[in-house]
C-alpha cells in the first residue's frame, strides 16, 4: 500500500490483523473458531473474515495517510516522543526475555523486532500530528464542531425503572424479617426497651450468632428495632439474592408503566414527578447521557445491550415523548430531553465524556484521511496473498 513516497508493508498489515483478532477475543468472540469466521453476515455473502479483514485493510491506509500528511505539514517526531518508542521497545525485551524470544513470538504477528518498532514509531507520529491537528486534549476543535459531534452522536433522556426482580429478604427462624444495625449486617438490631431476654441452661443470656444478646417480644418471638434498624437481604458471595416476579406480576407492571408513559408523555416536568414517584433506581428521572451508536453496548457485554434498545427508541423520539422499553431488569419508561450546551465539559457529566475528546478526535481524523484515499494504491496482488483473520496469530500484547 503507497501514497506517493509512502508505504505500508504486508507485514504491518497482518500485524494490524493479529491486533484485530487480539481485541476480538477480549470482548468474547470465538477468534479461534473458524465457524465463526466463516459466518455470513451480509446478503452478498460476506463473512466475518472480509468483514475485518476489509476493516483493517482500511485502518492500515489511514496509516500511510497519516504519514503523507505528516510530511506534508513539515513535521519532526521530537525527541521525547521517539524515547518513549525506545523504552517501550526495551520494555518488550525484557518482558519477553531477550530480543531473540521476542522475535519467536512477534514471528506469530508478522513481524520481528525492527518491524515492531517502525510500527510504533508510525503510530506516534500519528498521534503527534493528531496533537497538531486538534490538540493534545481537543483544545483546538471548534465549537461548532464538538456540538455537531454531540448531537449526531449522543442523546439525553430520564427514566423511570420499575425492576421484573426484587431482593430477597433475610428472615428469622419465625419467618420475620431481619434487621440489623448497618447495610453490612454487624449485628442484629434489637428493641431493647420494650424487648427482654432469656436465661439459657448455663445461666447466661442467650445470643445470637453475630455474638449480640437476643431480645423477645411477648409473643415469643425476636424484638426487632425497626426505626433504627436497616432491613437486612439474603447474600450470597457479597452481593444480594434476587429473584424474578412471575408473569402474572410482570403484566400488572407493564399495565402500570404504559400508563405512566401514556400520562407523562410530553411532559418532562410530569414525567419528572412520576419518576421520583414511582421510580425504583438512583437514577429515575435524572438527565442521562448515552452514546447512540447501534450495537455500542451489546459489543461491550451482552448485559448492557438493552441500552441499545434504549438509544435506538430515543433516536426517533421528540423531545418530551415518553415510551417504555423492556430488558432483563424490568421495565424503563424513557422520556427524551434536550441536550445540554456545553455537556461535554461538565463536571457532573464527566464519567460519561471522558472519552468525548478522544472519540471526536479520531471522528475528524477518519474525515481528514477520507480526503485521501483516492491517492492510496494497494498491489491487489500482494493482498490477496495475504493473511486473514483465521491464519493469523491473536495478539494481546503488542
Known amino acids: 500500500m503507497t501514497l ?3 508505504s505500508i508493508s504486508l507485514n504491518t498489515y497482518e500485524f494490524l490483523l493479529s491486533r484485530m483478532k487480539g481485541t476480538l477475543s477480549s470482548y468474547g468472540y470465538s477468534v479461534d473458531n473458524p465457524d465463526f469466521w466463516n459466518t455470513i453476515i451480509s446478503s ?10 476489509d476493516n483493517v485493510l482500511n485502518q492500515a491506509s489511514r496509516y500511510v495517510i497519516a504519514e503523507y500528511l505528516f510530511d506534508q ?5 521530537t525527541e521525547e516522543r521517539e524515547k518513549i518508542v525506545d523504552d517501550l521497545m526495551e520494555a518488550q525485551i525484557k518482558k519477553a526475555g531477550s530480543k531473540n524470544q521476542l522475535n519467536a513470538v512477534l514471528k506469530d504477528y508478522g513481524v520481528n523486532y525492527n518491524m515492531l518498532r517502525e510500527i510504533y514509531f508510525t503510530e506516534a507520529r500519528i498521534d503527534m500530528l493528531k496533537d497538531t ?20 452522536n449522543y442523546v439525553a433522556f430520564g427514566q423511570l425503572l420499575v425492576a421484573g426482580y426484587y431482593y430477597v429478604i433475610d428472615t428469622d427462624k419465625f419467618g420475620d424479617q431481619v434487621y ?4 453490612k449486617h454487624t449485628a442484629i438490631s434489637y428493641d431493647k426497651v420494650n424487648g427482654h431476654t432469656k436465661i439459657n441452661e448455663y445461666g447466661f443470656e442467650e445470643k445470637d450468632i453475630l455474638g449480640g444478646v437476643v431480645y423477645y417480644n411477648d409473643e415469643g418471638k425476636i424484638a426487632y428495632d425497626k426505626k433504627n434498624g436497616v432491613l437486612g437481604y439474603t447474600m450470597e458471595d457479597g452481593e444480594k439474592v434476587i429473584e424474578y416476579y412471575d408473569d402474572a406480576k410482570m403484566s400488572e407492571i407493564y399495565t402500570d408503566v404504559t400508563a405512566y408513559a401514556a400520562e407523562a408523555d410530553g411532559s418532562i416536568e410530569k414525567f419528572k414527578e412520576l419518576a421520583k414517584k414511582y421510580g425504583e433506581g438512583e437514577s429515575d428521572g435524572d438527565i442521562m447521557y ?7 453496548y451489546a459489543a461491550q457485554h451482552s448485559s448492557y445491550a438493552y441500552l441499545d434498545n434504549i438509544t435506538k ?12 422499553v423492556k430488558s432483563d431488569f424490568g421495565y424503563h419508561v424513557i422520556c ?23 472519540e471526536l478526535t479520531a471522528y475528524l481524523f477518519e474525515e481528514e484521511c477520507k480526503k485521501y484515499e483516492s491517492m492510496v494504491k494497494i498491489d491487489r496482488s500482494v493482498a490477496s496473498e495475504a493473511p486473514d483473520m483465521i491464519s493469523v496469530g491473536t495478539n494481546k500484547l503488542y
Do not use: H, R, W
Open 4 to 6: 506517493e513516497d509512502k
Open 44 to 53: 452478498d455473502g460476506a463473512t466475518y473474515n472480509d468483514y475485518f479483514c
Open 73 to 77: 505539514k513539515g513535521l519532526v517526531l
Open 133 to 152: 491537528l486538534y490538540g493534545d486534549k481537543g483544545e483546538l476543535i471548534g465549537k461548532e464542531e464538538k456540538d455537531k459531534y454531540l448531537n449526531e
Open 180 to 183: 440489623y444495625t448497618d447495610d
Open 290 to 296: 448515552l452514546f447512540s451508536s447501534p450495537g455500542y
Open 313 to 324: 427508541e430515543l433516536s426517533t423520539m421528540k423531545v418530551g415523548e415518553c415510551k417504555v
Open 336 to 358: 427524551k430531553y434536550e441536550i445540554e450546551e456545553n455537556v461535554y465539559d461538565s463536571e457532573k457529566q464527566k464519567d460519561v465524556f471522558l472519552d468525548f475528546y478522544e
